[in-house]
């Protein structure tokens, strides 16, 4: 391939421009006993330029940027920043630096309000009210809106995030690492977002940016460093390659693209909600108002909208985790089904995958076959006369394996020593193979790779297609549009009319989303009238 | 500088040898505070922990000790196995006791049957049982914090035992000293081996310890208390009910902590009085922790706790030391228990040079 060739037209174009890299790695190894997660990779980032670092999961992405961070000591190499050599002592070290790191995986005290888990971040002497007048300026001035007393745990993932960025903002970093950003953002948050980037790269800072996401790459970015097993295999600007071509250079071949489902019928509806109020358990938690929907055997149905407009609880709610007052509010399989509890409505066939992977889906330290038996221990193949059977629990896990290829070090590990994509493959897996009548799935494919994503899309697509209701719960509108048949848009607790997905272009379900849809019928109205 | 690694799985090496090494420091710091004392601390500890082995007589009583410990220990594990934090175990144990002497004192001199023992057994369970479902409704209830209630009952259930035996259960001729009249033998436990105190309350241990490990490791309710303890959320997503799993668990423990009550006033004590427990409750809260939370880690966790006992009684006699040494012992273990398991989810390493100590970011 000509990555070499790309990779001498780029440092040209540098040597030409007369800059110099601000940060320079230069033949960074890491190796954990045996396993080599970097080799002698060479990564030059220069000021005002958005640098993208692409790679599969496990391709040593995160170990080379926890480097770059001083979150681990490289085991060869060395960092150059502004043409000194540096040992990075650790993440303050790197942060006095000015480089700063938005993670994947936020790292906030929940019980601790917004402006205290920034406080938290900046040195001990600055005053508390000074901290707050900060965020708030911050965040004006880049456009990300936070209130700084209210409490983390009140908050969706999408605002989580805003607090990780402008904490980082705070301290004015020279270098910006943001691992996988838009992950958890709508096109209009990631927009946002983007030009929140651009005007940090025009003030001249560098951005290390980590995707998946080959599009908003070539968007977005000015260069790619790509990574596979741990080595550096390319170098080249995006804008030049097709997000096919970056895939390739990704995955090492051709990626399998998800196929549609084979024609089917569509048959009667198997999930129904019907006029659905509820009032959230927590004060700040997000009131579900008048929501109606029916999915039917056979269809894909897709929530779409910003985090924090209710989906949350309108999945506990399907879920069965919050109990609503009137049985005949949700119906599956024509049972009512709204006072029954998760274990009773997995009785009739229902199966639900939440968002959260670790914590809420999985029990972090136990292995993969005590978390099969967390959802599947009602039906009566894993438990008999209330004692367990390990050898049934195993054998679910080596067909999930098998089925969704689960890579993983031994055969039953603990689901946290899993990687993001693996493990969601093995929580919607474990839900698939018993084949539900209804699936009610919230961020499937949220924060997993490409290959992955493909993996578990096409699986609810074929599951549909088998004659189960689908219920997709996401904020990646692309993701939607793929797999869905029909689209509606939380906003406010509120749930739009469905639209059949040919008709849902990004124009129409960015505005529901924005829950512009009704300023735009009366502007309508009020240019009609002039 | 040495850092803490957090391990990518847990360690069995590390759950194994973390109470050993546990058990090695409490030995070094106890040689030193014995050598304070003024005390050959080889000596000291040769009586303390080697003299007991050698003598039946010990063997037999450490035993007896040793039996309510595995039992309230047993139970309690459950409870931290859900995160459902009984400290009040000596009430219950306390306040089992009462309830099965009721009976002894009702059927005293009556010449009632053998049933009696038996009806007192399922009492003193029942009494732990309910005595404990205070603490858990508060918690389920009102939120009200478990360690503090059910801590506080502790001392209740003392002063309820106390104004018993030396008001209304008073032996009358007993020359006005505070206990019941000597149980009969028909409200007494049998004796396992003849001519030492070893009862059939050890056996009920090791029942217990049985039917414990076989709760926790292979059945689905089992199942259900790690779940909840690990991941509160993750439980409700499985569909169990940490509320109902909170009284489940008090309400066992209160048992068997009851069941300890009982067995040890009908068999070592013969009699209800105010000192029948030597601090078993709040001891078996140690003996759970170095186990592991693991029944059969308990049952030799709860021989080793009685071997301090036994040993703080034999030093006492013969080197003189206060018996409030053995106190001081049972807390720095449950200190060094506590700090070794945090070896288990980290490793230490030595690293040369400045290193960041804010893992957090």
């Known amino acids: 391939m000509g990555g070499v060739m790309v990779d001498a037209s780029v440092a040209v174009a540098h040597v030409a421009s007369g800059r110099a890299p601000l940060l320079k790695a230069v033949a960074i190894t890491k190796k954990f006993g045996d396993f080599a997660a970097n080799v002698s990779i060479d990564l030059d980032l220069y000021p005002a330029e958005i640098h993208a670092l692409l790679g599969e999961n496990g391709a040593g992405k995160s170990t080379l940027v926890k480097i770059i961070y001083g979150l681990i000591q490289p085991t060869e190499g060395d960092l150059i920043w502004q043409g000194q050599k540096v040992v990075l002592a650790g993440p303050s070290h790197a942060r006095e630096l000015g480089i700063g790191m938005v993670f994947q995986h936020f790292s906030l005290f929940e019980n601790l309000t917004v402006a205290e888990n920034v406080a938290l971040g900046l040195p001990p002497d600055e005053p508390f009210a000074k901290i707050k007048a900060r965020i708030v300026d911050v965040s004006t001035r880049f456009g990300l809106p936070l209130e700084p007393d209210r409490d983390v745990w009140r908050l969706s993932v999408g605002e989580r995030q805003r607090i990780e960025i402008v904490r980082t903002l705070m301290q004015e970093p020279k270098l910006l690492i943001l691992d996988e950003p838009t992950a958890v953002l709508t096109p209009q948050e990631a927009d946002q977002l983007f030009i929140v980037l651009e005007r940090l790269k025009s003030e001249g800072r560098a951005i290390l940016y980590i995707s998946h996401k080959l599009d908003e790459v070539k968007r977005l970015c000015d260069t790619a460093t790509i990574l596979r097993g741990g080595k550096k295999v390319a170098a080249c600007n995006p804008r030049e390659e097709t997000a096919a071509s970056l895939a390739r250079m990704m995955v090492g071949s051709d990626i399998g693209e998800v196929k549609a489902a084979p024609s089917h019928t569509v048959g009667n509806a198997r999930l129904v909600v019907k006029d659905l109020s509820v009032a959230p358990e927590d004060p700040h938690g997000v009131k579900l108002r008048n929501i109606s929907l029916e999915v039917k055997g056979g269809e894909v149905f897709g929530v779409a909208g910003v985090a924090g407009n209710g989906q949350d609880e309108f999945f506990a709610v399907l879920s069965g985790e919050t109990l609503t007052a009137d049985n005949g509010k949700i119906v599956i399989d024509g049972h009512g089904a709204g006072e029954l509890s998760i274990s009773q409505r997995r009785l009739l066939g229902a199966a639900f995958v939440p968002e959260e992977r670790l914590g809420h889906a999985t029990v972090p330290r136990m292995p993969l076959s005590d978390n099969a038996l967390l959802t599947g221990y009602d039906s009566p193949d894993m438990v008999r006369h209330s004692f367990i059977l390990k050898n049934a629990m195993l054998s679910v896990v080596d067909r999930v394996t098998k089925a969704f290829d689960v890579r993983k070090a031994k055969r039953d590990p603990e689901a946290v020593s899993l990687s993001g994509g693996n493990l969601q493959k093995f929580v919607v897996g474990r839900e698939i193979l018993r084949e539900p009548g209804v699936l009610v799935v919230c961020q499937p494919t949220w924060g997993v790779d490409a290959g992955a994503a493909a993996v578990i899309r096409q699986a609810l697509i074929d599951l549909a297609a088998r004659g189960s209701a689908v219920l997709v719960i996401s904020q990646d509108l692309d993701e939607l549009r793929e797999i869905s048949d029909r689209v509606a848009v939380m906003f406010r607790g509120g749930l739009s009319e469905p639209i059949a997905i040919a008709k849902a272009d990004r124009e129409t379900l960015g505005m529901l989303m924005g829950g512009s849809a009704v300023e735009q019928a009366e502007k309508e109205v009020a240019h009609a009238g002039a | ?361």
Request: glycine content about 10%.
């Open chain 2, 1 to 361: 500088m040495l850092v803490l690694e957090r391990r990518a799985e847990r360690s069995v090496t590390a759950a194994l040898v973390s109470p050993l090494v546990a058990i090695a420091l409490t030995l070094v710091t106890m040689a030193v505070v014995f050598a304070l004392l003024g005390k050959n601390p080889g000596t000291v500890l040769y009586v303390y922990f080697i003299e007991p082995l050698f003598d039946s007589y010990s063997l037999e009583e450490i035993v007896v000790k040793a039996t309510p410990l595995v039992l309230i220990g047993v139970g309690l594990a459950l409870c931290y196995h859900a995160n459902v934090w009984n400290i009040g175990a000596e009430g219950q144990f306390l306040i089992g006791a009462v309830c099965g002497s009721w009976l002894a004192v009702k059927t005293n001199g009556a010449d009632a049957g053998p049933w009696v023992l038996w009806a007192m057994l399922a009492l003193g369970a029942v009494g732990g049982a309910l005595y404990a479902l205070i603490p858990a409704l508060c918690k389920t209830k009102f939120g009200a914090s478990e360690i503090l209630t059910s801590l506080m009952l502790v001392y209740v259930a003392d002063l309820v035992l106390d104004y018993l035996v030396r008001g209304p259960w008073r032996d009358p001729k007993g020359f006005n000293f505070p206990t019941t009249a000597a149980f009969d033998d028909n409200a007494t436990v049998p004796i396992l081996i003849e001519g030492s105190r070893v009862h059939l309350g050890a056996l009920l241990a090791l029942v217990a310890v049985v039917g414990a490990w076989l709760l926790l490791s292979r059945t689905i309710k089992g199942f259900e208390i790690n779940v909840v303890g690990a991941a509160p959320r993750a439980a409700r997503f499985a569909g169990f009910d940490a509320n109902k799993l909170t009284i489940f668990t008090f309400m066992v423990s209160g048992a068997l902590a009851g069941l300890a009550g009982i067995v040890e006033v009908a068999g070592p004590v013969g009699r209800l009085q105010p000192a029948i427990s030597p601090g078993y409750g709040f001891t078996a809260i140690i003996v759970a922790f170095l186990g592991r939370l693991n029944p059969i880690g308990i049952l030799i966790a709860g021989l080793f706790l009685a071997l301090t006992f036994i040993g703080g009684e034999l030093a006492q006699i013969s080197i003189k030391l206060p018996l409030d040494v053995t106190r001081v012992c049972q807390g720095i273990l449950l200190f060094y228990v506590l700090a070794c398991d945090s070896l288990i989810l980290y490793r230490i390493r030595w690293v040369q040079g400045r290193r960041a100590t804010d893992a957090a970011h």
